[in-house]
């Protein structure tokens, strides 16, 4: 799935076009100079090229600094290296320029995950949802930096509204109810989930489902992953480590729940929600190990 909700914490690369941002800043003619760059700058980032989009897009913030689009865009790719505070501090600088985009917050509130600030991030993506209140990529990433503190109840309820508005059936956001409700009652039935997923088009998410909802085993959902371009097997396989994990934990298989969500960070996909929630499961086994 990926970037259905990914950048997706983490969900999201959003990128809006810099041609609106030629009509709406720089009307000194700033910013029509600067959009090629911007431009090399998110193909860059496409390709998964983050130091060279870093590069291009710098040369459009110095031809056009009152440009938030590109400071939010090298925001992105800063993530996407790990340098978390400098894209932190990109991404306020581009809400500083216009406050009323949400997605800076959006993936300002991902990068602070990544750095562990998990109530700073669910401020943002408050801040995010007053903006926009029926996005529900948005309850997305609040619910899953809930989780990771530890408020069920909170996830719970934004992973219910996520549902509610998400295009796709909320597929993702049905995984993590799912295994919420499984952690509060294990054995319990798969019955909803498999009656909603035996609906979806043959695609890797439906994979996932048929997984949790004990259609297929671990072996064909790990086997599966491995299919694709690399990209996607990396992706993929970064989903399908944490939800085999979450399943072993379950069912209180620990040291092979730990190998599997070792596996999942090792991808180091920080943008994605599983790579953070296995990261916090593991340093839950960690103290539960000590």
Known sequence: MAWEYRFRLLTIVMMATFGLAVFTYGQDGNAAKAKPFYDSGTAHMKQGDYDGAIVELTKAIDIDPKNPFAYAA?????????????????????????????????????????????????????????????????????GCAKLQKGDIDGARSDFQQAVQLASDEGAYQRFYLFLIGLRQKPGSSPTELRSVVSRWKESWKKTVGLFLAEEINEGALLEQAAQGTPKSVREQKCEGFYYAGAIRLAKGDVAAAKDLFDRCVATQLHTFPEFQLARTELAKLGEKLK
Do not use: C, Q, W
């Open 74 to 142: 090298r925001g992105n790719a800063k993530t996407g290296i790990g340098a978390l505070d400098e894209a932190i501090g990109d991404f306020s600088k581009a809400i500083e320029l216009d406050p009323t985009r949400r997605v800076p917050y959006i993936n300002r509130g991902v990068a602070k995950v990544d750095k562990g600030d998990l109530d700073g991030a669910i401020a943002d993506y408050s801040k995010a949802i007053a903006l926009d209140p029926k996005s529900a990529s948005v309850f997305n990433n609040r």
